[in-house]
Each structure stands twice: as structure tokens, then as C-alpha cells.
């Protein structure tokens, strides 16, 4: 089964720190295992003859199924098939789990599938793309993306020494690659990823060209340290039902001379052709089109919980209370829109590829960066103090005070257990320090969002908004318009 592969690869000699101490045995270390079972349930869907078909497709020629972030759309159907993929992950696992690979996937899928478009910007690229692409399709590797460079002065650039030596950079190149050193700011899944997919996020001048670089980069690479942050996966499922399962580690990446060979340097050198790639439509397209797919399962999760949480303790007839889940329900309904619409506009790339309308996923994901904060705000508005009066355990339920935790524990419609723990887990949901993460999560992810929000100003066609204004003035003005 591929769940229980891909756990076996990960004894490979990776370095993992965590508490100032190396993990050798990342799947046994109660930091990663409950994550880790629940990427092997999933991973274990692709041999299942009931499951596989929802998850995946099967690959012309190997006669093996492949996750559908593998699959390069050019039907309305498979773009349907890819959604339906997303969709069915994220729903077993709430939403809760972001980078379960076929975002980075996508990327990957979407360079192969325009590689002849890209080819324009190195020779070696289509070679390069197409065997990666069938090595990560056929062996399923887990993938996930280090983009952000290290928040060290975001005031200063890369003209300042002590900027630049510590930015993932090239020291020397040799016959077998480059070697790099520097560090990456996050990657989400790194202890337990198989390859990196690294970039910058930064526009960087032609004499910043050490820094221009795409890279594929394996986890076990020698010299490469993946430093994570606490962990906040709690071994106690009653108590924490999402902490337990949902935990993606989040770790920073110290490069120590790093030897990537030339076969996984996808791009270097050429700052303005990095970028190109960065701003590749189809690539973004493709895997922006995953994140607001999983970001309905979030809503739908959280949205849940709070009419849950309103019905156990009798407030859903209040006319505030419905204002609020009135609300989540048109957050929800947004969202799933935009997907809806972006498939429904998705048009075919320069080679066939069918790619979704970027600026409704945009739209969409700028959105995601309000609407979860607000989703956590009104559960908590909800729920109020009854988050901070569960009991810390639910084991007194069956000791000496039980009669009594049963009593005054009772819901308005639920026993006073079932209340317990849907309080339980709707704290973990947002209260938590995984709740804390999430919440984080869901405003940055997708990059600054005060940033974003500008380039998506930026970037507009704003003459087919002003033209029609300038059109109606003039009609109204006996001068015309003054031009200068
Ligand atoms: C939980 C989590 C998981 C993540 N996982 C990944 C991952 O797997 N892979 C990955 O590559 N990245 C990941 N990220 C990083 C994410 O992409 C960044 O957090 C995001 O792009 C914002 O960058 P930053 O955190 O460096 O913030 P900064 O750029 O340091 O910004 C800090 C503040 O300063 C402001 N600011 C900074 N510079 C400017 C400027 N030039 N102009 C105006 N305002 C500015 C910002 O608006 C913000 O308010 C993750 C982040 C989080 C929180």
C-alpha cells in the first residue's frame, strides 16, 4: 500500500531538528505520527478499488493510478475530476490539511504541461519537467513549496551583504550543479516532504543572478536542515480531535552547501526569466485553483461547528446569533461560487491546457485571508465562556463526580458528554495553539495580503471600468475632455 511506502521512505537520513534535538525517526515521533497516519490513510485511497477513482486516475500506458493532481486538464471533465480530488481530501480531513502535496503537485503538473511554452526560457527545461513529472506521478512523492525568504529586515534588500548571504543563494556551480547556501522562511510538511519545490517570492535585479534560481530539492539532501517550529500535535484524541490528526508541521530550511545536481536546477541565473516562470498562468491557475477548493472544506467545517455549538446550547433562536450563521453561510456560498465560476470560465492555455480563471481564484483567496478570521470571531461570539467551562478531561464523566458531571455539563438538545466534546472540539478549532496557527494560516498563505490585494488592483484591466466614466462625462460636458 502506498501509505505504508511512503512512511518507510522516510527513513532516509533526512535531518529533522525539533527541540534542539535531531529526530532520526521522524514516523515514530509523537510530533509527526498522527499526521502521519492520517497522510497514510489518505495515500492508501489511490489502491483502493472504492476509493481510487475519487481520488485519482488511472495513467495511460502504466496501467497505475496517479493522484488527479497529477492530471494535466484539457476536458472540462478532467478539470472536474482534478476539483472532485481536491474536494474529497479535503473533506475527510475538514480542511484542516493544506499541503497534502497537490498544491506543489500542481505546480509540477502545470510547468510539464506548458513546458514546450516554456522551453523559451532554458533549453533543457522540457527534458528537465517531463522526467521529474513522471518521477513524481509514479512514485507519489510528496511535495511542498519553500518560497519566502527569511524575515531577517524586510526594509533592506539584497545589496546589503547581510541580506544576501543569508537568501538561498549559489556559491559555486560544478560539473555535477550548483551549490547553495541561505535559508528558506517556512515550508509546511517539511520533515516528512520528499522534495522541495524552491523559488523566491522577490522580483530580483540582473545582478542579483546567485539568487535567481527554480529549484527541486530532496529532503535528504546532505548539508540541507529542516528546523521546525513547536509542535502542536496533542497525543490526546478526546481533547484535541484536530491537534491529534491535523498537525503540519511548519519548519524553516538552512541550506549548508547544498549540492542540487543539474538535472533538478530547473532555472538559474536569469532573474527576469525566474519570474516569468513565477508569473506562469497555467502553473497558478492550476494550483491556486487547489487552495479555494480546500478553503470550501475549511468553511463548510467551521460553519458546522458553529450552528453545532448554537444548537447545544440553545441560542440559534436568538436573531443576533442567526445574523452571524446567516453569515458563515453567505462566507460559504461566496466561495464556492468563485470555484464554480472560475471552472466554469476556465480556457485553454496556449497548449490546450484548461486553466481556471485566475482572477476569480484570486478574488477568492483574498477573500479567504477575511473570511476565516471572521468565521473564528463569530464562532467565538457563539460559544462565549462556554469554550473555557469544559472540564479538562473527559474522564471525570466516569469517576466519582459523574452523576454530577452529568448534570450540570447538559445541553439545551445534547447530552452533557456530547456537549463536552463538541466544545472541545471547537476549541481546538480556534482556540488552541493549532486554532492559533490556522487562523495565521489562512491570512498569510497565499502571501501578504495587503500585497496582494494591490496587485490584483495592479494588475486589472481598469480602462474597461473608467472608459465607460469618461465616456458618460463627456457626453455631459459641451468642452469634452481637457487632455494633457
Ligand atoms: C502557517 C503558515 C504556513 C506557511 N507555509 C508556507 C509554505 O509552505 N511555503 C512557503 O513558501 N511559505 C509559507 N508561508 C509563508 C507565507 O507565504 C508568508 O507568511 C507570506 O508570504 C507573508 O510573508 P512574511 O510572513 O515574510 O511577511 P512579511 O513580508 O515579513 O510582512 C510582515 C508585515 O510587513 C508588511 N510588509 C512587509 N514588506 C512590505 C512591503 N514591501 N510593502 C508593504 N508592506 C510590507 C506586510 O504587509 C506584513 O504586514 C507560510 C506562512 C504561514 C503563516
Not at 525568504?149 to 555535477?176: A, K, M, N, W
Not at 478549532?429 to 500585497?451: C, K, T
Amino acid at each position: 500500500m502506498r501509505g505504508e511506502r511512503f512512511i518507510a521512505s522516510l527513513h532516509d537520513g533526512r535531518s529533522v531538528w525539533l527541540e534542539g534535538e535531531q529526530v532520526h525517526h521522524v514516523p515514530e515521533h509523537a510530533a509527526f505520527k498522527g499526521t502521519l497516519n492520517t497522510i497514510k490513510a489518505l495515500f492508501n485511497m489511490l489502491d483502493d478499488p472504492h476509493e481510487r477513482d475519487k481520488v485519482g486516475f488511472l495513467v495511460p500506458d502504466k496501467g497505475q493510478y496517479a493522484h488527479s493532481s497529477f492530471l494535466v486538464p484539457y476536458t472540462p471533465l478532467e478539470l472536474a475530476k482534478r476539483s472532485r480530488s481536491f474536494a474529497y481530501w479535503s473533506a475527510e480531513t475538514h480542511g484542516m490539511m493544506s499541503r497534502l502535496s497537490d498544491y506543489a503537485r500542481s505546480l509540477i503538473t502545470a510547468w510539464y504541461a506548458a513546458r514546450r511554452e516554456l522551453t523559451v526560457l532554458d533549453p533543457h527545461f522540457a527534458d528537465k519537467i517531463t522526467a521529474y513529472y513522471e518521477e513524481a506521478r509514479d512514485r507519489d512523492l510528496f511535495l511542498t513549496t519553500a518560497i519566502i525568504d527569511p524575515q531577517i529586515d524586510r526594509s533592506s534588500g539584497l545589496d546589503d551583504g547581510r541580506i544576501s548571504e543569508r537568501f538561498l543563494h549559489v556559491v559555486r556551480e560544478t560539473s555535477e550543479g550548483i551549490v547553495v547556501r541561505g535559508a528558506k522562511m517556512i515550508a509546511t510538511g517539511a520533515p516528512y516532504t520528499h522534495d522541495f519545490v524552491i523559488f523566491s517570492f522577490l522580483q530580483f535585479q540582473s545582478r542579483h543572478r546567485k539568487h535567481a534560481h527554480v529549484l527541486i530539492v530532496p529532503a535528504n539532501s546532505p548539508g540541507l536542515h529542516i528546523v521546525c517550529r513547536e509542535s502542536f500535535a496533542d497525543t490526546r484524541e478526546l481533547n484535541h480531535p484536530l491537534s491529534s490528526r491535523y498537525d503540519e508541521m511548519d519548519a524553516v530550511l538552512f541550506f549548508d552547501d547544498v549540492l542540487i545536481p543539474w538535472e533538478r536546477v530547473l532555472l538559474y541565473g536569469d532573474p527576469e526569466k525566474v519570474l516569468s516562470l513565477r508569473a506562469n498562468k497555467t502553473a497558478n491557475g492550476l494550483a491556486f485553483h487547489q487552495n479555494v477548493v480546500r478553503f470550501v472544506a475549511k468553511l463548510e467545517f467551521i460553519t458546522g461547528v458553529a450552528f453545532a455549538v448554537a444548537e447545544a446550547i440553545g441560542v440559534q433562536g436568538f436573531l443576533h446569533i442567526q445574523e452571524k450563521l446567516g453569515e458563515l453561510i453567505t462566507q460559504m456560498d461566496v466561495i464556492k461560487a468563485l470555484v464554480i465560476a472560475s471552472e466554469a470560465k476556465a480556457v485553454p492555455d496556449e497548449a490546450g491546457v484548461l486553466v481556471p480563471d485566475l482572477q476569480l481564484i484570486e478574488t477568492a483567496r483574498s477573500l479567504g485571508t477575511k473570511y476565516y478570521p471572521r468565521a473564528v470571531e463569530i464562532l467565538q461570539q457563539v460559544g462565549a465562556g462556554g469554550f473555557v467551562q469544559t472540564p479538562s478531561g473527559i474522564e471525570d464523566f466516569y469517576g466519582p463526580i459523574s452523576e454530577l458531571m452529568h448534570r450540570y455539563f447538559e445541553g439545551a438538545s445534547v447530552s452533557a458528554e456530547k456537549k463536552v466534546e463538541l466544545f472541545k472540539l471547537a476549541w481546538d478549532l480556534i482556540g488552541s495553539p493549532l486554532g492559533a496557527r490556522h487562523q495565521l494560516y489562512e491570512r498569510f498563505y497565499a502571501g501578504d495580503p495587503i500585497r496582494g490585494l494591490a496587485n490584483h488592483y495592479n494588475r486589472f484591466d481598469k480602462e474597461s471600468l473608467t472608459a465607460p466614466i469618461w465616456k458618460l462625462l463627456k457626453a455631459n460636458s459641451k468642452g469634452g475632455i481637457k487632455t494633457i
